[in-house]
């Protein structure tokens, strides 16, 4: 039993990849994250254009500063 065990932690886990192969993998999956982070923030600027979603206050300042003008009062 202590034999196998020994045997089974000296070997690696997985597949080796080339330096190559994983900077490929990481650009497509930063394109990936990127991509889906652009499509919310579409989405979302759809959805405060339309009214459907309440805004927090930086879009709220974005969009509509005069309600942050205190001149006025």
Known sequence: MGAEE???SEEPRGKSISQAQ???WKR???????ARK???ARKRAQDI???TVQMN???LFLHEPW????THC
């Open 57 to 59: 206050g930086r879009e």
């Open 49 to 51: 254009a339309a009214g």
């Open 67 to 70: 309600v942050f003008d205190n």
């Open 22 to 24: 994983f900077v490929s």
């Open 38 to 40: 652009e499509e919310a």
């Open 6 to 8: 020994d045997q089974q």
């Open 28 to 34: 497509q999956k930063d394109a990936d994250a990127s």
